[in-house]
């Protein structure tokens, strides 16, 4: 029996099966009775192959040095995209021959990127023949043949190469991925995916009976978690609070504050300051631009707010009537959402989201349809994002610290509410400062534009994750000094956690060869990525997870022990994080395969060291 010359997890050059062509794959296992190599091209796609349609990644680059000097004609060809055919023949007897060479060399698979558009190509190479050529004729016939090859290899390119560049299976062999058809258009001299109608066969969160329950439990607690912040006796006994009559629930004047906040947002996000960055590749081949100018909206928004001081705005408005401005905000979130539902049907298929188009109306309206819901270049969800939410988190906060000081008659806040208050201005600080870290995160990359992420950025983050400070209101909390320092170190800990692993992730998606990043060990995979098997993410698969949950206790702490309220915010965190990180894993294991296996046999934990 032959010997198996290639191990597992090594990368080499793999045949594509009925071509000459040659991929970089990585081996993933080896079948003694067939003698078969499995392997996996950079674009997930598994296949079997012979040994002798195996090579080392070295193979080509020897024999590419000698066959370079033996025919000028054939290195002239190589240097272009695999699918380049030659455009015109001297000879009957040279075409062949030149022909000949080229199906017998093999050679290896390009990035679509880097080649150069065809009928560009071709025109360089029209413009050499016209200046070596002997008669306009030959002109003329070299020109018309160049336009064939043209048709040829534009052909050839829609037909094989495209595949790669947008991450789309080949049609080798019978898949359930055979149903993802595609067609192309021709836009800036670059091929995009026109058409991706691809529907989703996969549910989240409990399918459409989850996504309704959810639309309906997510205001509901949130209003009552608001009501027992209120209640001057919050036990678990007084569950639930008393309902207020519904009449008091509503305040057209809290709803028009919320949407001038909003639109005050909306303006400083349109202010031509800051960079412009480009996001993650879709899965058409379109890039989106972003500003980035979310730090410079906080100055400016904390200057407006230092002139309503000023001039002796109340700013305790906000407490005496933060269960009505959370309704005013769920009613604008369900506007949005419902208007992202109706233009996501005068989009082009490839916009929409990979998750959400089911088929169900509950569950796209739940999920989002659209991925990138854009006016112009105003893009929806990353302005809903971080701005009105995120920077509404922190206003609240501090019409309640203002709050605290006037219905506990004190001339300074507690030491329990400034704790609150600086440790969650840290976090909001920390969001805006690294702001174009959010273009990688799966809201963004994965995820649609509908009633989940609407109500989350614009409802629970402001108003949910401000408990501790409304709940320090009415019920406060003399901290001691040394319990002060305690909570204070707890927090820190949790930060360098946090953004160490944040900031070691985003260096290395930049730049994986960086010599500040040379220290860390790595797995290669078959996508041509590589996954971190050392530094903070060697200690566990989501270390910023585990920051954050660290952080989110540190908040918490500050309110004491009387009640469970406080912690609600670390709990549900924790749901939360651990749903993540489950959809993480399952995206993971169909990306990576069994790469992704031998990351979690090096990384075991996935949370929580030693417990998850």
Known sequence: ????????????????????????????????NTQLYAVKYKDGTELDLKESDVKPLNYFRTKKSHSRSSSRQRSRSRSRSPARTPSSKRSTSRGRETKKRVQKEEVQKEDLS??????????????????????????????????????????????????????????LRIKKEEGKLIELETKDDRLYIKKRAVQTQEWEFGGPVGAFFIMFLLPAALVLLLLMCAVDDASILNFPPPIPALQTLWNSTALGIFV?????????YLLPIGKVVEGVPLA?????????????????????????????????YIYSNLLQLAISAMVFSLVLSIYLYVRSWRVPADELAPGGNSGSFVYDFFIGRELNPRIRNFDLKYFCELRPGLMGWFVINLGLLFAEMEVQGRDVPSLAMILVNGFQLLYVLDALWNEAAILTTMDIVHDGFGYMLAFGDLVWVPFAYSLQAFYLVNHPNELSWPMALAIIALNTVGYIIFRGANSQKN??????????????????????????????????????????????????????????????YIIYFTCLLVHREARDEHQCKMKYGVVWNKYCQQVRYRIFPYIY
């Not at 029996?1 to 080896?30: C, I």
């Not at 065809?118 to 020109?143: A, G, I, M, P």
């Not at 010599?515 to 270390?543: D, E, M, N, Q």
């Open 114 to 171: 880097a080649v150069k558009p065809v009928h560009q190509e071709l025109q360089e190479n029209s413009t050499n023949r016209k200046t070596t050529s002997v008669s306009d004729y030959k002109e003329e016939k070299e020109e018309n043949n160049a336009k064939n090859t043209y048709r040829v290899v534009e052909h050839k390119i829609r037909r094989e190469i495209v595949t790669d560049q947008f991450g789309l299976p080949y049609n």
């Open 284 to 316: 058409n081949g379109k890039t989106l631009k972003y500003r980035i100018n979310a730090f410079y909206a906080f100055l400016l928004c904390t200057t407006a707010l230092g002139a309503a001081l000023y001039y002796e705005v109340n700013l305790g």
């Open 507 to 568: 260096a290395f998606r930049r730049n994986p060869h960086d010599p500040k990043l040379a220290h860390l060990k790595t797995i290669p995979t078959a996508t041509g990525k590589s996954l971190i098997v050392s530094g903070w993410w060697g200690f566990v698969r989501h270390p910023n997870y585990l920051g954050d949950l660290i952080m989110a206790l540190a908040w918490s702490l500050p309110c004491g022990f009387n009640h469970i309220l406080p912690y609600f």
């Open 260 to 268: 001038l906040w909003f639109l005050f947002q909306a303006l400083l």
């Open 1 to 32: 029996m032959p010997a198996k010359n290639f191990s597992d997890g090594e990368m080499v050059m793999g045949r594509w099966p009925g071509s000459h062509l040659y991929y970089e794959v990585q081996v993933t296992g080896y079948d003694k």
